[in-house]
């Protein structure tokens, strides 16, 4: 009996699940097209990470805010790294923890940690909804960013008069080189791809970015309409359609690997 994804090649621009992601398209019978297109690597100067670590542990934040599960383990290895990690967590432990998903909500439970709050949809509109009912006037507040992050949830928070410290702990590298990129926007656009994974929106960006750089913008449009694109939740999916990108799987909940790949199974059955 043939399997749901026998004979379909999807692209995978994931890095760092890479491996992961794969394994459940091929166990389902697709021919895995690998193509990463960042790598997510420590600060070259850990010295800002460590200031803020050293400030939440001098005087635990009113709130903490996490973006990211990378951005949590990234802290936790620096405090670590400088033989802070049981200050750091104890300190983290006696600030209300807020979250923009669940997969800061896994990397904090690796901590035997739970935030206080949670936002109902993953994404910055999301973070700024659920803070809303809260005082945050003279509060201090950390917030783990990530590279590029969109301006609108500082934005926020300084408006409500909150004290804002904010840290980037970590930063996005190419990975893939731009050949494989660009060879990979030429198949997309020949019809030999059936579908493209994309797990985070840099992804998106470095992908936009090569085909503008090699003159390729003209080939993305006829590879997006041969292609089906998943995303793997809100924020890359509102990242691909403000380009103007047709997103065609996109769980609604649960914005796991596993949970992705079922999805993509169920849009080719």
Not at 33 to 42: A, E, F, Y
Not at 121 to 140: F, M, S, V
Request: glycine share 8%; hydrophobic share 45%.
């Amino acid at each position: 009996m043939p399997q749901p994804l026998e004979g379909r090649t999807i692209a995978l621009a994931e890095s760092r699940q890479l491996s992961e992601l794969a394994a459940l398209l091929e166990s389902e019978g697709a021919t895995a097209l690998r193509c990463p297109m960042l790598s997510i690597l420590d600060l070259p100067d850990p010295a800002a990470a460590l200031a803020w670590i050293n400030e939440l542990i001098a005087k635990p934040f009113d709130y903490t805010i996490f973006l990211t599960g990378e951005g949590v383990r990234r802290l936790t290895g620096v405090a670590e790294g400088g033989g802070l990690k049981v200050d750091f967590v104890a300190a983290l432990g006696r600030s209300r923890m807020v979250t923009r998903g669940p997969k800061p909500v896994r990397a904090l439970r690796e901590l035997a940690l739970a935030p206080t709050l949670v936002a109902s949809t993953p994404t910055t509109t999301g973070l700024i909804d659920c803070l809303k009912p809260h005082e945050l006037q003279g509060q201090r507040v950390g917030v783990q960013n990530y590279p590029g992050a969109p301006p609108a949830l500082d934005e926020f928070l300084r408006s409500q008069g909150a004290q804002l410290r904010a840290i980037v702990p970590y930063i996005y590298a190419p990975d893939a080189d731009a050949d494989r990129v660009a060879e990979l926007i030429r198949a997309m656009s020949d019809g030999r791809v059936d579908a493209i994974v994309f797990t985070s929106s840099p992804q998106v960006d470095r992908l936009f970015e090569v085909a503008r750089d090699r003159g390729l913008e003209a080939q993305l449009a006829p590879g997006w309409e041969r292609t089906r694109v998943a995303s793997i939740g809100p924020v890359v999916g509102e990242n691909l359609r403000r380009r103007g990108v047709r997103v065609d799987i996109v769980p609604d909940q649960g914005f796991v690997m596993k949970n992705l790949v079922q999805h993509i199974r169920r849009a080719f059955v």
